[in-house]
C-alpha cells in the first residue's frame, strides 16, 4: 500500500536565520535557502498544514515583516512498499554498528 505525506517546503527570503525545534530535532532555515520539514514540525513552528489559509499561519507565526518573506510550497511524497523474495538483500538504512573492537582499531 502506498503512503502519501504532504511535507512543507519553505524558502526563508529574510536576511536572518530562523532556528526552533520539533520533537528535539533542530530545524535551522538558514536566509535565503530552501528545506523541507515534515507536517508535524510545519504545523508545531508554523501552524501549517495542508489546505490552510496563509493569514491563520501568518497569526499563528506572528510577526507580518517575518512572515512576508517566508514561502511556503507543500510537497508530496510517496513512500511504497519494495516487495522482496528471502534471496533478496536489501540495503539497510542505517549504518551497521561497529563493536568496540573496530572502533578502537
Known amino acids: 500500500m502506498d503512503r502519501i505525506a504532504?511535507?512543507?517546503?519553505?524558502v526563508n527570503g529574510n536576511d536572518?536565520?530562523?532556528?526552533?525545534?520539533?520533537?528535539g530535532v533542530p530545524?535551522?532555515?538558514?536566509a535565503g535557502k530552501t528545506l523541507t520539514v515534515p507536517p508535524e514540525?510545519?504545523?508545531h513552528i508554523f501552524g501549517w498544514h495542508p489546505g490552510i489559509e496563509p493569514r491563520v499561519?501568518?497569526?499563528?507565526?506572528?510577526?507580518?515583516?517575518?512572515?512576508?518573506?517566508?514561502e511556503f510550497k507543500p510537497v508530496t511524497f510517496k513512500t511504497v512498499e519494495v516487495v522482496s523474495g528471502e534471496d533478496d538483500e536489501l540495503p539497510s538504512p542505517l549504518a551497521p554498528r561497529q563493536t568496540s573492537r573496530e572502533a578502537t582499531a
Open 6 to 10: 504532504v511535507h512543507l517546503r519553505i
Open 16 to 23: 536572518f536565520t530562523i532556528e526552533d525545534r520539533y520533537d
Open 27 to 30: 530545524y535551522i532555515f538558514e
Open 41 to 43: 514540525a510545519a504545523l
Open 57 to 70: 499561519v501568518e497569526t499563528h507565526v506572528n510577526a507580518k515583516k517575518f512572515f512576508a518573506k517566508l
